[in-house]
């Protein structure tokens, strides 16, 4: 029998689909497990919908999308200095993400979204040398 109670309880959870989105924390470090200057973790794999959380773990860092690394559609950020910034993506693809001052030290990291397969170019723009470097280390242990 359909009551008032369960027809509340049903509005109720099909108005609250984000309530189940996810939120993976990231934090920006001097020292991690990859290194000097890093995301921890360089890599995470999101659903369309959930949100990354950068940490401000360690001061002088930020998160900053790298223009030419993400997907069509998708709107660049830029987190300011020692702050942390939410990000909630929808548009799947791969992001590339850097902290600006740190980025010629190789801090970056990579951001999955959705089931999109990595395109071939995402490699290609001018990249400090550490910056690919760690990249590829990310993508290769995807």
Request: charge should be negative.
């Amino acid at each position: 029998m359909f009551t008032k109670t369960s027809a509340a309880l049903a509005a109720t959870l099909l108005m609250s689909g984000a309530a189940w989105a996810e939120t993976v924390e990231v934090r920006m470090l001097n020292k991690g497990e990859a290194g000097v200057m890093v995301f921890e973790p360089g890599f995470v794999k999101i659903a369309p919908g959930d949100t990354v959380k950068f940490i401000a773990a360690d001061k002088s860092h930020n998160a900053e999308s790298i223009k030419e690394m993400i997907p069509e559609g998708a709107e660049a950020f830029k987190g300011k200095i020692n702050e942390e910034i939410e990000l909630t993506l929808d548009v799947p693809g791969y992001y590339g993400v850097k902290c600006t001052p740190h980025f010629a030290m190789g801090m970056v990291m990579t951001i999955a979204v959705g089931d999109a397969e990595q395109p071939a170019d995402f490699l290609e723009g001018r990249l400090p040398k550490n910056a690919k470097k760690r990249f590829e280390a990310q993508l290769a242990g995807e």
